[in-house]
């Protein structure tokens, strides 16, 4: 697993059903491209989250492929409707294997 | 328009005395003693706002020689337009008579002889005078700093913007936008703005990791002032982390936002302004943009690019304020605000001469007070000039040439290359170059000289690069400073062809012979914004130059060959 | 002074961060047959996709990029000055409040991003915003 890899994720505590909310999220991540030479001159090997995933109770909001253009510690912001009270959860997939989640619950005001 | 008038009258007045073509008699110029500081505070109160606008100070506590530029470019729809008109042809569109006061504050031209007879400008002991003197008339007057205070001196940098905190804060502003403050680096400047007793305005000063306002710099305030509501918006240089380094205050990202801008416009109007005031750092043909693409601005008060325009530039409803650099010069703006909307102005540009407004007293002595710790050091004689240092222009100036001969000198390099900044105030012929001198035209917080190989392609990729930052013609891809100055190669440019067809002729001077695109040249600089930049610092560099020539020898620099213009 | 008068000084990466080169995108061409990969070969007209970038980067290595495209179900991202063009692609779920995203890319020079969006009826839009990149420096 890479090393300090942190997700962070921005949601309203609270929205009224059937409203559109903004999510933000970022993950520290170094997003080594695979294109860098290191001081020894050799290749740095590619090492990138190459998917984000957002759903809402189960249903997806956005699936993100991630190539190695996007920067490093990757940032999305997009559009969520919420139906209703419930839990967002955010998932990232390293080149490695490794698997970062991040929840946040909504209510209903 | 009455601005006009209420400008020249300065103007009028002495030259009328001297005779229209009193050219030659300079050093014995009886003009100082007839321009009174109640001539150049002279003013028609008017309707029931006055705005005071000062900007781009760059730390001068003490009166200056400071010489307008004779070569400023206008590209595309700006060509031939203000502020790019200089010396006779800007006096000729004004009306200014030669010779006179306003032509000695406001244009290039005979400029040693006239510093002479007209002495020092500037001070903030004076502007302090002149901003009293606003008040009397008007107590309620806003007072607005456009920033780039926080930077340019020995002391500035001494005590990280201390002193200029303490000596503004004595002239009690009401709101101020940014620049090079940021140079100081965002931890100090959080430092210093969590304790400002007045507002620290950016629309477009943003939290860079969330794409969210940053919260220590609203984007606007309101002012209740002559029973009507003044929204102040402030506008912070769009461009800081590409012109200066980002690294320094990795937190923050800028932009014009003009867009938030609108959005922050109708926001005020929503909540009842009257009268919506931009305070500016964009640049004056930045601003001219900003005005016809962002509707509902009555007053825009610009910085950064340090023009001083004797009146206002009108840009469909919205009024273009210049107000010049280096505390040369301080606006007054009344404003008649009623039934929501600004019904008219009137105008000043006050020059602040420095031997004819008297310092005020309470701001001299905290000036003195912040100065004493380094008096020593800063008057020490490092040698002399035998004629005018300056550099304000597009192109080198000769405090430029003398930064970069040192570079090539101290530094044994084939090319020098200096920031083509746009501050640091004027020597004339005779003068003593004290170590403050030197450092007001040099001092910064990333101020490393370093020493480095480059290809003449690389080199080829910077001038174009820089060229391309003043003379893209969409003011929105100008970032305000001047072609990079450079030592030891002449070129050509060609002021109207597209990025990477700008600049040839590259020649090394040493050689004589034509720069190679895949040769190497050891080429020293200084000012980089790269982080981990190493080498001497650049007051340093000069001042072991200036010691060892005794006495600057000015002579006229025809290394560049401009086309176009 | 005390500094060496020929040293040569390390600046990290090289006296400039060295990414301004202007001039015609050297990958255009690979954008392109990314493109084709993604579009299946058909030509994108234009329609309400729109896509938003700075006119100048603030940093080549983290250019602030949206894009709105209603209608759309899919959207991906191409820069063409990149030696690989590809950046991302963003598909919208039953739950997207808008065919609106943001994202922060890497620009190896001045170049166009190129949004190519697929809409519902399998047609494809293209918009594209040109960013330049700068080497800095000397800000008045």
Redesign the interface.
């Known amino acids: 697993m890479a090393k300090g890899v942190k997700p962070r994720v921005k949601v309203p505590k609270t929205a009224a059903a059937g409203d559109t909310v903004t999510v933000k999220t970022l993950i520290s991540h170094k997003m080594e491209s695979g294109q860098r030479h290191g001081d020894d001159g050799a290749l740095i090997p590619r090492s990138i989250i190459n998917r984000f995933t957002a759903d809402f109770n189960g249903q997806n909001i956005i699936d993100v492929a991630l190539e190695t253009s996007i920067s490093t510690n990757p940032y999305f912001e997009f559009e969520a409707v919420v139906p209703e009270a419930g839990e967002f959860q955010f998932t990232w997939y390293d080149d490695d294997g490794s698997v970062y989640e991040a929840k946040k619950k909504i209510a209903i005001a | 328009m009455i601005s006009r008038r209420d400008f020249l009258q300065v103007g009028m007045a002495a030259s009328a005395m001297l005779g229209a073509s009193g050219f030659g008699n300079w050093a014995r110029l009886a003009a100082q003693q007839s321009l009174t500081q109640d001539d150049l505070f002279q003013f028609e109160t008017f309707g029931n706002v006055s705005l005071i606008h000062v900007t781009d100070i760059h730390a001068q506590l003490k009166p200056i020689y400071f010489r307008e530029p004779s070569v400023n470019i206008g590209v595309g729809s700006n060509k031939g337009a203000v502020p790019h008109l200089t010396g006779g042809n800007f006096r000729k569109l004004y009306g200014i008579a030669d010779g006179g006061p306003s032509h000695y504050a406001l244009s290039s031209g005979d400029f040693a002889a006239l510093a002479k007879g007209y002495g020092r400008v500037g001070g903030l002991d004076r502007i302090a005078t002149a901003i009293n003197a606003i008040r009397a008339d008007r107590p309620d007057a806003i007072l607005l700093d456009g920033g780039d205070t926080w930077h340019g001196s020995y002391t500035c940098y001494h005590t990280q913007g201390q002193d200029m905190v303490n000596v503004m804060n004595a002239l009690k502003p009401d709101a101020m936008t940014f620049h090079w403050e940021f140079t100081l680096g965002s931890e100090r400047v959080n430092e210093i703005v969590e304790g400002l007793p007045f507002a620290a305005l950016g629309q477009n000063i943003f939290d860079a990791e969330w794409d969210e306002p940053a919260e220590l710099f609203p984007p606007y305030k309101f002012f209740e002032r002559g029973g009507s509501k003044i929204a102040v918006i402030g506008q912070a240089f769009p461009y800081m982390p590409i012109a200066n380094p980002g690294w320094m205050f990795p937190e923050f990202s800028f932009g014009i936002r003009d867009e938030n801008m609108q959005a922050m416009v109708d926001e005020v109007r929503a909540a009842g302004a009257d009268c919506v005031v931009v305070l500016s750092h964009n640049g004056f043909d930045v601003d001219k943009k900003m005005a016809s693409v962002v509707s509902g601005i009555d007053v825009i008060l610009s910085g950064h690019t340090h023009d001083a325009l004797p009146e206002p530039v009108v840009v469909g409803q919205t009024i273009v304020v210049a107000s010049g650099s280096n505390g040369k010069f301080v606006s007054r703006v009344d404003l008649d605000v009623r039934d929501g909307r600004m019904m008219g102005y009137r105008h000043k540009l006050i020059p602040i001469f420095s031997d004819v407004i008297a310092p005020d007293p309470e701001v001299a002595a905290v000036i003195e007070a912040e100065r004493a710790p380094h008096e020593v050091a800063m008057r020490e004689v490092i040698g002399q000039t035998d004629g005018t240092l300056y550099r304000r222009g597009n192109f080198n100036g000769s405090w430029d040439d003398l930064i970069c001969d040192a570079l090539l000198s101290e530094r044994e390099a084939e090319i020098a290359l200096s920031p083509g900044v746009r501050w640091g105030p004027s020597l004339i012929p005779g003068q003593d170059i004290t170590r403050e001198d030197i450092w007001n035209v040099t001092s910064m917080t990333y101020g490393e000289a370093y020493r480095t190989e480059m290809t003449g392609e690389t080199l080829m990729a910077v001038l174009e690069d820089v060229a391309d930052n003043i003379f893209n013609p969409d003011p929105y891809y100008q970032q305000g400073g001047d072609m990079v100055r450079t030592g030891g190669l002449s070129y050509r440019i060609d002021i109207n062809q597209p990025q990477g067809a700008r600049i040839s002729d590259l020649t090394l001077l040493r050689t004589g012979e034509k720069v190679d695109p895949s040769k190497s040249y050891s080429v020293a600089g200084w000012a980089s914004v790269n982080e981990g930049t190493e080498g001497p610092q650049i007051w340093d560099v000069v001042e072991a130059h200036i010691r060892k020539l005794g006495t600057v020898s000015v002579s006229e620099n025809n290394n560049v060959d401009i086309v176009g213009a | 002074?005390?500094?060496s008068?020929?040293?040569?000084?390390?600046?990290?990466?090289?006296?400039?961060?060295?990414a301004?080169?202007?001039?015609v995108p050297a990958f255009a061409s690979l954008a392109e047959d990314a493109i084709s990969e993604f579009t299946g070969g058909t030509a994108p007209g234009a329609g309400d996709l729109s896509i938003s970038a700075?006119?100048?980067?603030?940093?080549g290595?983290?250019?602030?990029i949206?894009f709105d495209a209603p209608g759309a179900v899919a959207v991906a991202i191409f820069?063409d000055g990149?030696?690989?063009?590809?950046?991302?692609?963003?598909?919208?779920?039953?739950?997207?409040?808008?065919r609106?995203?943001?994202?922060?890319?890497?620009?190896a020079t001045t170049q166009n991003v190129i949004a190519i969006a697929q809409m519902e009826d399998g047609s494809f839009q293209r918009a594209e915003a040109n960013v330049?990149v700068?080497?800095?420096?000397?800000?008045?």
């Open positions: 002074m005390t500094f008068r020929r040293q040569v000084l390390a600046i990290s990466g090289g006296a400039i961060a060295f301004g080169l202007p001039a700075p006119e100048i980067a603030e940093n290595n983290s250019v602030p949206e820069a990149n030696p690989t063009p590809k950046v991302g692609a963003f598909t919208f779920g039953p739950l997207s409040g808008s609106f995203a943001s994202t922060r890319i890497r620009l330049k700068t080497i800095g420096g000397c800000g008045g």
